[in-house]
């Protein structure tokens, strides 16, 4: 009788043991995906902002210049595609360099006191923006780390918690170079 008292102790201290460290690691997991999930909300919120400031921009160089640029009218039909973030960063940065080119050919658009206060904005967004890209990017190594190892890799599994991908866009585990974008 002592004997089975002992065994079934064992076997909830082992099953104990065993619940505890998965309760962990599942919290681990959660909060990890909380942590990366907030930086993705602020990157998209940047992103939008962004969007609208360059849209902005493009509505004082095209007034200033009576010149309708191309390449804003690009921008401006992103909004009715479905892109992901990745991309969408992508088209904002090549949108923020077009400004900036504008701005250093037509010195015109330095006296104009909204541009300015665009431009700066612009800045000041690109500062949140490579912040929460960080962050976002920290943790995503994070996660990535403790998916791989076990337990967790059987926990993620149940839970259908998948690898992520940096925000640079570049999935690391496929047979696919060119999405190494400069």
């Known amino acids: 009788m002592k004997l089975i008292m002992i065994i079934i102790l064992i076997i909830i201290?082992?099953?104990?043991?065993?619940?505890?460290?998965?309760?962990?690691?599942?919290?681990?997991?959660?909060?990890?995906?909380?942590?990366?999930?907030?930086s993705e909300s602020i990157i998209d919120n940047e992103l939008r902002n962004k969007y609208d400031l360059i849209?902005?921009?493009?509505?004082?160089?095209?007034?200033?210049?009576?010149?309708?640029?191309?390449?804003f009218k690009e921008l401006e039909e992103?909004?009715?595609?479905?892109?992901?973030?990745?991309?969408m960063d992508r088209k904002i940065t090549e949108g923020e360099n077009l400004i900036e080119k504008v701005k250093n050919d037509y010195n015109s658009l330095n006296d104009n006191e909204e541009y300015l206060d665009i431009t700066n904005s612009l800045k000041d967004s690109d500062e949140v923006l490579e912040a929460a890209k960080s962050f976002y990017n920290k943790?995503?190594?994070?996660?990535?780390?403790?998916?791989?190892?076990?337990?967790?890799?059987?926990?993620?599994?149940?839970?259908?918690?998948?690898?992520?991908?940096?925000?640079?866009?570049?999935n690391m585990f496929?047979?696919?170079i060119k999405d190494f974008k400069l």
């Not at 505890?20 to 997991?29: A, R």
């Not at 849209?55 to 390449?71: A, F, G, P, Q, V």
């Open 174 to 176: 496929d047979d696919e």
């Open 139 to 170: 943790y995503t190594t994070e996660i990535n780390l403790i998916i791989k190892k076990f337990p967790t890799n059987l926990i993620a599994k149940i839970h259908k918690i998948k690898l992520r991908n940096y925000f640079d866009g570049k």
């Open 78 to 87: 992103l909004k009715t595609k479905k892109i992901s973030n990745f991309e």
């Open 13 to 38: 201290i082992i099953l104990g043991t065993i619940i505890v460290e998965y309760i962990l690691n599942y919290n681990k997991l959660q909060s990890l995906n909380i942590k990366i999930n907030e």
């Open 55 to 71: 849209i902005r921009s493009s509505n004082i160089i095209n007034k200033l210049l009576k010149k309708e640029i191309s390449y």
